[in-house]
């Protein structure tokens, strides 16, 4: 697989039907190993061991019907209340963030009404606070940590 501009983490792989499968200790069962799976194993990883976010309000694949449409956000993180606070959206390492990408995480915020969103192809990261007020997003200089982001919603 790729070489991220994450930590490298050890997971246990396995090969069944000639697919590289994946544990997800989030969803605790393999999915299939794509290269976005990787980058959303790492970044999750990244986020509960370096940054201190808790694992039981990760939520990876997270449904929200629009329009009468299924959409899925690849990871939303909740309060303890089960209010979502954050949309996270991975990419493969070889899909550039565009525009594209950040507006297809303003229709998920469209349902959700979350004041954060990251989103990362595992060699680029961005975190950005949403300011609802003034209809815009404002980007951080980096990721924060848990305990940094509970204090900016203060």
């Known amino acids: 697989m790729y070489q991220l501009n994450l930590p490298e983490y050890r ?14 200790a989030q969803r605790k069962r393999y999915v299939t190993l794509t290269p976005e799976e990787w980058v959303r194993q790492h970044f999750i990883r990244f986020l509960i061991e370096e940054k201190g976010y808790p694992a039981a309000l990760l939520a990876i694949e997270h449904s929200v019907e629009l329009n009468g449409l299924k959409k ?8 303890s209340h089960a209010h979502p606070l954050l949309i996270i959206e991975f990419k493969a390492p070889t899909i550039a ?32 606070h ?14 924060p940590s848990y305990s940094a982001l509970l204090k900016m919603l203060d």
Do not use: E, W
């Not at 899925?72 to 309060?79: G, S, Y």
């Not at 009404?113 to 990362?120: A, D, E, T």
């Not at 949403?130 to 990721?143: H, K």
């Open 11 to 24: 997971f246990s792989i396995k090969k069944q039907n000639n697919r590289l499968l994946v544990l997800d």
């Open 72 to 79: 899925r956000c690849d990871a939303v993180l909740f309060d």
């Open 97 to 128: 963030i565009t525009q594209a990408v950040f507006d297809q995480v303003a229709v998920y915020n469209l349902k959700l009404n979350v004041r954060f969103f990251m989103i990362s192809n595992g060699m680029q990261h961005y975190c950005c």
């Open 130 to 143: 949403i300011d609802q007020a003034n209809c815009r997003y404002d980007f951080l200089p980096d990721i």
